[in-house]
């Protein structure tokens, strides 16, 4: 319960300010005269017509680009543009208390103790990619070196 009124106390809740005259309206933007009709110099051919008037699942496909003209594809750029310095990895490792913390802002609700269970197709999704997971043994105690 300490830990709810800690959060209460942090948030804050901006204070009504006095009653403020409201700020004169913008003037009006000038009106401009529209401008004339583009000129029609020709009409398009009856093919055009028919192919318009066709409902959508019935027209004939464009295509979207011109075919290539060879499939090779287009040379790198040169190695010197290429290098770039790498960045540093970053990462921000939170606490249980920051995350619930966070939680507590977003949802105005403390988490719960125990997540929701995933439905079996993420499941399986998320043990193909980190098989890890699997393994209960190893935590993160187990890789902490001892400072001598």
Do not use: C
Not at 18 to 24: E, S
Not at 119 to 144: C, H, K, S
């Amino acid at each position: 319960m300490g830990h709810l009124r800690d959060a209460a106390d942090r948030l804050r809740v901006p204070q009504s300010s006095p009653a403020l005259p409201p700020p004169p309206p913008p003037p009006p933007p000038p009106l401009l005269p529209p401008p004339p009709p583009p000129p029609q110099e020709h009409q398009p051919p009856q093919a055009d017509v028919a192919a318009t008037a066709r409902p959508w699942n019935l027209r004939e496909r464009s295509r979207r680009r011109p075919a290539a003209k060879s499939w090779a594809a287009p040379p790198s750029p040169p190695a010197s543009r290429r290098r770039r310095r790498k960045r540093a990895p970053f990462s921000v490792s939170l606490t249980a208390e920051e995350i619930e913390e966070d939680i507590y802002a977003l949802t105005g609700a403390r988490p719960r103790r125990r997540p929701r269970k995933r439905p079996r197709v993420v499941q399986r999704q998320v043990d193909t990619l980190f098989p890890g997971l699997w393994l209960t043994e190893i935590t993160a105690d187990a890789y902490r070196v001892p400072d001598e």
